[in-house]
């Protein structure tokens, strides 16, 4: 949300200043995920800005940055070692195509089912590896290729340009907020290396940035069914990865905004990205939540500041690559290390102990399997053992109560869920051999979930007439009655008493 009393030209120049802020920290990071796919540094900027420019134009969440990421890079190394950079760019469009129907089909809902402590876990998790993909810029390569880390003054003056830069980012905003912080203090680094002749790295040394404006190229491979079999799995994965991390971070950002994306949208916005920059030679993307806090912290919030971001990029490329090369790392990787303390939830430290065992193993696990593996791994790990953790709560919450009514029978009244995790409860709560003549099962204070309860309620009536005994159900769904067998004829119905409901069971029409 904007600032209640911010202008629009205030806006106009917040998103502007944000979007440069952004840009300059795209070039690295794009430069880096080019080098872990394997490809060319050009490839990965380029998806930058296409990405970037279309998910801001067209995406469900103004405000949230988008580009080549490093939970992509990693699973595309292998198709390009195996098949080469022509089945990535063919992949990526695969990839962009089958987001586009998530969108459509509107699956962009179901990220509502990832438990809280699943979020934690997903942002404690990408800050550590924002922070793990910085400490690379510590080493060097030397001339015999052996890497080794940075030492002596050289690592002095990395780690003092470092401190500055977060310095100036943490204590500007109390002075002014004319300007980001963030890039007030690339500035003034950057000015201060080039004004003393300090010898650091910088973003030069990782590669040229120089291009020219990406073309429009279909992928050269050949178009059958081997082509779309070898590239169908990794479009797969890279989809869902994709999909996963950029609603995660909407939900961030909204949170920190308190406004509302559109997830279905989104969807739709990041396929339509990925289609169109594997057509002209990027390497695809998604939601990045690094850029995405400093666009935010720097006071982005609107569409311009994505799409601006995108276009700063692309002039950086097309004009400037001179300038952008001579920026220290040192500025770069403080303005990430800022991103990093800003990302990272400290008080899951506070609350792990105050928390429900479970919640904070998930939250642990999550944080965990993101930096080992990736992302989506992570996050359906964590969504499953939450789903199993409270299936076996809710298991432990099925009971009943009895009682002798005035006719002689003995009345079980049920309470909490029958479903696949509860039904072992269910069937120990009867003794068809010591119960008397008549009983009767009341399921006025429970609900029916899946075929198991249906099935459970079918094994329970058939020990009662085995037993000759008689059984009344009382208080079903009348679906309940059409999809129970043994126990079709022995429910009561009232119209007017019995809940309605529905059941997860495939006879269902």
């Given at each position: 949300?904007?600032e209640?009393?911010?202008?629009?030209?205030?806006?106009?120049?917040?998103?502007?200043?944000?979007?440069?802020?952004?840009?300059?920290?795209?070039?690295?990071?794009?430069?880096?995920?080019?080098?872990?796919?394997?490809?060319?540094?050009?490839v990965g900027?380029?998806?930058?800005?296409?990405?970037?420019?279309?998910?801001?134009?067209?995406?469900?969440?103004?405000?949230?940055?988008?580009?080549?990421?490093?939970?992509l890079?990693?699973?595309?190394v292998?198709?390009?070692?195996?098949?080469?950079?022509?089945?990535?760019?063919?992949?990526?469009?695969?990839?962009?195509?089958?987001?586009?129907?998530?969108?459509?089909?509107?699956?962009?809902?179901?990220?509502?089912?990832?438990?809280?402590?699943?979020?934690?876990?997903?942002?404690n998790?990408?800050?550590?590896v924002?922070?793990?993909?910085?400490?690379?810029?510590?080493?060097?390569?030397?001339?015999?290729?052996?890497?080794?880390?940075l030492?002596?003054?050289?690592?002095?003056?990395?780690?003092?340009?470092?401190?500055?830069?977060?310095?100036?980012?943490?204590?500007?905003?109390?002075?002014?907020?004319?300007?980001?912080?963030?890039?007030?203090?690339?500035?003034?680094?950057?000015?201060?290396?080039?004004g003393?002749?300090?010898?650091?790295q910088?973003?030069?040394?990782?590669?040229?940035?120089?291009?020219?404006?990406?073309?429009?190229?279909?992928?050269?491979?050949p178009?059958?069914?081997?082509?779309?079999?070898?590239?169908?799995?990794?479009?797969?994965?890279?989809?869902?990865?994709?999909?996963?991390?950029?609603?995660?971070?909407?939900t961030?950002?909204d949170?920190?905004?308190?406004?509302?994306?559109?997830?279905?949208?989104?969807?739709?916005?990041q396929?339509?990205?990925?289609?169109?920059t594997?057509?002209?030679?990027?390497?695809?993307?998604?939601?990045?939540?690094?850029?995405?806090?400093?666009n935010?912290?720097?006071?982005?919030?609107?569409?311009?500041?994505?799409?601006?971001?995108?276009?700063?990029?692309?002039g950086?490329?097309?004009?400037?690559?001179?300038?952008?090369?001579?920026?220290?790392?040192?500025?770069?990787?403080?303005?990430?290390?800022i991103v990093v303390?800003?990302?990272?939830?400290?008080?899951s430290?506070?609350?792990l102990?105050k928390?429900?065992?479970?919640?904070?193993?998930?939250?642990?696990?999550?944080?965990?399997v993101?930096?080992?593996?990736?992302?989506?791994i992570?996050?359906?790990?964590?969504?499953?053992?939450?789903?199993?953790?409270?299936?076996?709560?809710?298991?432990?919450?099925m009971d009943?109560?009895?009682?002798?009514?005035?006719?002689?029978?003995?009345?079980?009244?049920?309470?909490g869920p029958?479903?696949?995790?509860?039904?072992?409860?269910?069937?120990?709560?009867f003794?068809?051999?010591?119960?008397?003549d008549?009983?009767?099962?009341?399921f006025?204070?429970?609900r029916?979930?899946?075929?198991s309860?249906?099935?459970?309620?079918?094994?329970?009536?058939?020990?009662?007439?085995n037993?000759?005994?008689r059984?009344?159900?009382?208080?079903?769904?009348?679906?309940?009655?059409?999809?129970?067998?043994?126990?079709?004829?022995?429910?009561?119905?009232?119209?007017?008493?019995?809940?309605?409901?529905?059941?997860?069971?495939?006879?269902?029409?």
């Amino acid at each position: 949300m904007f600032e209640p009393h911010a202008s629009p030209t205030a806006n106009v120049k917040n998103d502007l200043l944000s979007g440069l802020t952004v840009a300059l920290a795209l070039v690295p990071e794009a430069i880096a995920f080019a080098f872990v796919a394997s490809v060319d540094p050009l490839v990965g900027l380029y998806a930058a800005f296409i990405v970037c420019l279309i998910t801001a134009t067209i995406g469900g969440r103004p405000g949230m940055i988008s580009g080549a990421t490093g939970a992509l890079a990693v699973v595309m190394v292998s198709l390009v070692a195996e098949h080469g950079v022509e089945y990535l760019f063919a992949t990526v469009v695969l990839m962009g195509i089958i987001q586009i129907m998530a969108g459509v089909l509107k699956l962009g809902k179901f990220i509502r089912l990832v438990p809280y402590p699943v979020m934690l876990g997903f942002v404690n998790g990408l800050a550590i590896v924002i922070f793990l993909s910085q400490v690379q810029h510590f080493q060097t390569t030397p001339s015999d290729g052996n890497s080794g880390w940075l030492s002596g003054s050289t690592l002095w003056l990395m780690l003092g340009l470092i401190a500055l830069t977060m310095v100036i980012i943490h204590f500007l905003p109390k002075l002014t907020k004319a300007i980001p912080s963030s890039l007030a203090a690339i500035v003034v680094v950057s000015l201060l290396v080039i004004g003393l002749n300090l010898d650091v790295q910088t973003v030069g040394d990782m590669a040229s940035i120089a291009g020219g404006l990406p073309e429009f190229h279909i992928p050269s491979v050949p178009m059958n069914w081997e082509t779309l079999w070898i590239c169908l799995p990794y479009a797969l994965i890279l989809a869902t990865i994709g999909l996963i991390e950029s609603l995660l971070t909407l939900t961030l950002i909204d949170e920190i905004t308190e406004s509302r994306g559109r997830g279905n949208k989104e969807c739709v916005g990041q396929g339509t990205a990925n289609v169109v920059t594997g057509f002209f030679g990027g390497m695809g993307g998604c939601a990045m939540i690094g850029q995405s806090m400093i666009n935010i912290n720097s006071g982005g919030r609107g569409r311009l500041s994505g799409i601006s971001a995108a276009l700063f990029l692309l002039g950086f490329i097309l004009f400037a690559s001179g300038l952008i090369e001579t920026i220290p790392l040192a500025a770069l990787i403080g303005v990430m290390f800022i991103v990093v303390i800003g990302t990272f939830e400290w008080s899951s430290f506070r609350i792990l102990g105050k928390i429900p065992r479970t919640d904070a193993f998930v939250l642990v696990l999550v944080s965990g399997v993101t930096v080992v593996t990736d992302l989506a791994i992570a996050v359906i790990i964590g969504v499953i053992v939450s789903a199993l953790a409270f299936a076996w709560q809710a298991a432990k919450r099925m009971d009943a109560t009895t009682r002798i009514d005035e006719q002689g029978s003995k009345v079980y009244t049920l309470s909490g869920p029958l479903f696949f995790g509860s039904i072992h409860s269910f069937k120990g709560l009867f003794d068809p051999r010591n119960d008397p003549d008549d009983v009767v099962i009341d399921f006025c204070t429970t609900r029916v979930y899946d075929h198991s309860g249906i099935e459970a309620i079918d094994a329970v009536a058939e020990r009662y007439i085995n037993a000759g005994k008689r059984l009344h159900l009382r208080h079903l769904s009348p679906e309940c009655r059409e999809l129970l067998n043994k126990a079709g004829d022995l429910v009561e119905g009232n119209a007017t008493e019995d809940p309605k409901y529905s059941i997860a069971d495939d006879r269902v029409a």
